[in-house]
């Protein structure tokens, strides 16, 4: 651990900048504007009024600064709900994801019993299955357990299909987790819970952040299981409220287009304001993997 | 490692309230059954509501009653439920609907096989093809002549099977060609009845740097949709057990002169388009046809709420795209249509939500209005401006409209022809030959049936 | 002692282990179930008709051509994606300044859903690409989703600007894990850049490697909600993935029975290929 944690102290890059850099530098500010461009035309698009968009070049500015079009859009996405629900879903899943996905990674890791390894592959096929072909067995399921439309539901069904990979990325770490430590606490006379809650998670710090940065991404974007799971309006969450924008006749771009970066805007603030923390955490990912 | 623990600990600290603040229900849940949370916020809203609306009728128990209803719309339905809202909670406030919107195309039958397995909702909305698909399944109820009485009769039939109709038609789309008033009358060209009419304006639209016709290929469903209009047309108005005899096996698409046609004429809009045409969308197609870069287009009436958000004054009129005999028919489709659930527990506050639905006129009005559609009730007129209306008016006293209802019953949509004009759009391409084409919706009979 | 811990232990995997079940595994063996079925996803019955849409699978074309746009898929998102996201965290890693805005551009795409993605590229495609033709006179096809030639690179195109920044992440925390001295040990014995990325940065990168072949392969192979607002599986069906054409197949064409055979099949697929991945891509690691 120790050692570990002086190799991040230490200074990565000792070249100096060289021409060669002053090269790369440019290539690469070329290539992050073509990366940002579409989002810019996104932005750009919010702000036009419907005719503008249609009689006016795309990427003309529009003639005037209107909000009419987020004002449309916080209407028609019944932002008071839609927002707080998918924040809710996401933040709960993924809370009960980090506490779940540890302790199962680390029983497996430290239990030989054969039931343990069974279980590793168990859960590790998990990552394969694509639930979006199993739709109507999982709504089968979800309804007979009275899991649809329900709040816990969504959840349930989140945290079921993100242990796997949570199982997978946890495992990965334990290497990370020294024995000696877990083995003086046992001398102590704790119990296994005890050992793994006070020992063990505090280590697995780094594991979790990179999980819940993982999981939190995929949960705040699903699709599919909410428009299966949460259909009725109170508790439907932002992209299916989103893609209701675009179907298939008359789509209102404008409106459609404030919604987007209306929904883009907290995960992006919250990803450049945590960045520092989303690195830290995929280090460790990468480097144990 | 505190630093990192300690920004948790706050984040978590600054969540806490917001989640306190809109958890109220979501707190509740983890104890109670499934249906709770979602019941209690109509409720609420119900009570500030009743005060001052005139007492419920004597069909109603006056109890409050929570009616689901799952609403497969197109988008230029969208936001009927608040209309519909509004003028229940006037008449019967004590009934309540908690509506579930879904995009029609996309996920109404997804929904209604959920359905299938749990129970359906009180209501649904769908389309008058969707009661051949599921009354079938013995799950939709009767609707009571009283209500139907109310609507038009020539949208009945389809929704009937056996003698017993499941749909009320609320409204209906015209399709056919669209085509700018204006422009025809400036290039001296009339309204076309036959290929060779039409055929004529076609070429003196490329003689003179006209596109002559709109379309937006991306989207499959346009092509399937247009080639239904020419099958109707083409093949059903003389035949209208096409589907039954192609089931039968007595006739097939790569016998079938008639309906090569049809799927042929796919290829005269492709030759007459503007290249880019896989590649352009709805909107972006209506617009080019309201600044007079074509001259028609193939479509429904959906394509109005486009051309009059653009330009208001817009003057465009419809004909039925000429068949081979010179004798087509201008093209409605039941568009909003209500089917009620079998087993239900509450008839009776059904039965009211059919009373406002077909008895307050202002309320169809306002429906009407906002969706730029054509009524299925007697005796309710629109007030909005359709350009268009003269001509579907003329069409309609001459008997000369016809319900393309038959047609998806003959050939269903889902699993046919939506399959279908994915091979249409390969073969346009060039991807695939026409033969293929046609080999392709032969082998797919088996699907061309909703049972 | 021992068979208390086991307890204790298996206390700890249970509450995931019936979560999973429920959620995930019943659900593949009702599909499974179905798939020997001629159910149509409506109906009380379910008629058994043994392995027949098994058999009917291997006849299908449209199926096959739904595989075949999927392996190209994802045959084209793991090179394109992997070499980019490589190349940008090489480059993120040299030295530049502003290190964090690069780092911030690369990775706001993927915070964007999917379904958002797909609509914004045929927004990108359709209308403001093809203004920039106009603008600079030039007569590039911009117009990539209307044609099934062109379709896959247009969604290739889509989902690496989606995907490559988060990759680009890995693989720049590996490189910074890389310590320093052993360059510095490789320059001493007088290996030139090129020599040094293959030497020492590819070798130390093979744990990260792992994780972004697999993830891109396993993800690509599962391509379905960028289809959905995008090409919708056209034109035609060139650019149908597997689950797209299941779910059309099972919802659409209400053959539950038959799409649940497909997606039977997927799953097998998936299997098969995260296995070799992982054998093939471990060994590697162990030789370095």
Request: proline share 4%; net charge negative; glycine share 6%.
């Amino acid at each position: 651990m120790t050692i570990k944690r002086e190799k991040q102290k230490e200074p990565v890059n000792t070249q100096s900048y060289t021409k060669a850099t002053f090269i790369t530098q440019i290539v690469m500010t070329v290539v992050a504007l073509l990366f940002v461009a579409p989002i810019l035309i996104i932005i750009n698009y919010s702000f036009k009024t419907k005719k503008e968009l249609y009689l006016t070049s795309p990427l003309s500015l529009p003639s005037s600064f209107q909000t009419e079009n987020y004002r449309k859009a916080f209407d028609k996405l019944d932002l008071s709900h839609t927002f707080v629900n998918t924040f809710f879903y996401t933040f709960v899943s993924v809370l009960i994801l980090a506490l779940l996905c540890g302790m199962t990674a680390w029983a497996i890791a430290r239990c030989r019993a054969k039931f343990f390894k069974f279980c590793y592959i168990y859960f590790i096929v998990g990552i394969l299955i694509p639930f979006q072909a199993l739709f109507l067995p999982i709504y089968i399921i979800g309804y007979k357990m009275n899991l649809t439309n329900t709040r816990y539901g969504i959840i349930f069904m989140y945290v079921a299909t993100g242990i796997s990979f949570g199982v997978f990325l946890m495992n990965s770490f334990m290497t990370t987790v020294p024995l000696e430590l877990e083995e003086a606490a046992r001398i102590d006379g704790c119990s296994v819970f005890r050992t793994y809650f006070s020992v063990v998670m505090p280590l697995l710090k780094p594991a979790i952040a990179t999980l819940v940065i993982m999981q939190a991404f995929q949960i705040w974007n699903d699709y599919l299981l909410a428009s299966l799971y949460v259909s009725k309006k109170n508790l439907k969450t932002l992209t299916v409220a989103i893609q209701s924008l675009f179907s298939a006749q008359t789509s209102d771009y404008t409106t459609a287009m404030a919604a987007i970066v209306i929904s883009v805007l907290p995960i992006a603030i919250l990803f450049m304001s945590m960045q520092k923390y989303f690195i830290k955490g995929m280090t460790v990912g990468a480097v144990k993997g | 490692m505190k630093k990192k623990l300690l920004s948790v600990v706050l984040c978590t600290a600054m969540l806490v309230p917001t989640l306190a603040g809109c958890g109220g229900g979501a707190e509740a849940p983890a104890e109670t059954p499934a249906e709770t949370p979602a019941a209690e916020a109509p409720a609420v809203e119900e009570a500030s509501e009743t005060e001052d609306a005139p007492a419920a009728e004597a069909d109603s128990s006056g109890e409050a009653v929570t009616l689901t209803v799952l609403a497969g719309q197109s988008t230029t339905d969208a936001g009927i439920e608040e209309m519909i809202d509004e003028a229940l909670a006037k008449a019967y406030p004590n009934i309540t609907l908690e509506w579930e919107c879904v995009d029609w195309g996309n996920d109404f039958q997804p929904k209604m096989q959920q359905y299938m397995q749990s129970g359906l909702p009180d209501i649904m909305i769908g389309k008058a093809q969707d009661v051949a698909t599921y009354a079938p399944q013995g799950i939709l109820g009767e609707i009571d002549a009283q209500y139907l009485d109310r609507g038009l009769d020539a949208a009945r039939q389809n929704v009937t099977i056996d003698g017993k109709t499941y749909g009320l038609v609320y409204n209906a789309l015209y399709q056919g060609v669209y085509y700018n008033k204006d422009m025809f009358a400036e290039n001296g060209w009339s309204v076309p009845k036959t290929q060779a009419e039409l055929q004529a304006i076609i070429d003196d639209c490329n003689a003179k740097g006209i596109k002559p016709f709109a379309s937006h290929m991306v989207d499959t469903w346009s092509i399937g949709n247009v080639t239904m209009q020419f099958a109707m047309n083409d093949v059903f108005n003389n035949d209208p057990t096409w589907g039954d005899k192609f089931r039968a096996g007595e006739v097939s698409f790569a016998d079938d002169k008639m309906m090569q046609t049809a799927y042929q004429y796919n290829k005269l809009i492709y030759d007459n388009t503007y290249p880019e045409t896989f590649s352009t969308e709805q909107t972006d197609c209506d617009a080019k046809m309201v600044m007079g870069e074509a001259a028609m287009k193939v479509s429904g009436s959906w394509s109005i709420q486009n051309f009059l958000d653009i330009d208001e004054s817009f003057n465009f009129g419809i004909f039925p795209f000429p068949n081979q005999t010179g004798d087509s028919k201008l093209i409605f489709e039941p568009n909003i249509t209500i089917m009620t659930s079998a087993e239900s527990e509450h008839q009776d506050a059904i039965n009211c939500v059919l009373d406002v639905l077909t008895g307050d006129k202002e309320l169809a009005v306002e429906i009407y209005d906002y969706t730029k559609t054509a009524p299925m009730l007697k005796d309710v007129t629109p007030t909005f401006t359709n350009p268009s209306q003269a001509d579907i008016d003329e069409y309609a006293a001459n008997n000369m409209i016809v319900d393309v209802t038959l047609g998806n019953n003959q050939l269903v949509w889902g699993g046919f022809q939506e399959e279908n004009a994915k091979d249409i759009a390969a073969w346009l391409q060039g991807d695939i030959s026409f033969e293929d084409c046609l080999a392709a919706s032969d082998a797919r009979v088996d699907a061309s049936s909703a049972n | 002692m021992e068979k208390k811990l086991e307890k204790q232990y298996f206390a700890m995997v249970f509450p995931g282990f019936v979560i999973f079940t429920i959620g995930l595994i019943i659900p593949l063996m009702l599909a499974v179930r179905y798939s020997v079925t001629s159910w149509d996803g409506m109906s009380k019955v379910k008629e058994f008709v043994g392995l027949q849409n098994y058999i009917n699978l291997c006849k299908d074309a449209d199926f096959r051509s739904a595989w075949w746009f999927t392996i190209k898929f994802t045959i084209g998102n793991t090179i394109i994606q992997n070499v980019l996201a490589l190349l940008f965290a090489v480059a993120l890693d040299s030295g530049i300044k502003a290190q964090k805005l690069y780092r911030t551009a690369f990775f706001v795409p993927c915070l964007i859903s999917s379904i958002i993605v797909g609509f914004v590229w045929l927004k990108m495609f359709s209308n403001v690409l093809p203004e920039i033709n106009e603008l600079l006179g030039t007569n590039i096809n911009f117009l990539l989703f209307g044609s099934g030639r062109t379709v896959l690179a247009g969604l290739l195109i889509a989902n690496n600007w989606q995907w490559i920044g988060y990759w680009m992440l890995i693989y720049l925390a590996g490189l910074q894990s890389v310590p320093a001295d052993l360059y510095e040990a490789a320059k001493v014995d007088g290996a030139g850049p090129i020599s040094r990325f293959f030497n020492i940065t590819i070798p130390m990168l093979a744990p990260a490697i792992t994780i972004c072949v697999v993830g891109i392969t396993t993800g690509s192979l599962k391509v379905y909600d960028l289809l959905v607002a995008s090409t919708k599986g056209g034109p035609g069906r060139a650019s149908t993935s597997v689950i797209y054409q299941t779910y059309t197949t099972a919802i659409n064409g209400r053959q539950y029975g038959y799409g649940s055979a497909m997606s039977v099949t997927l799953v097998l697929a998936l299997l098969l290929v995260a296995v070799i991945q992982v054998k093939g891509l471990k060994s590697k690691e162990v030789q370095a």
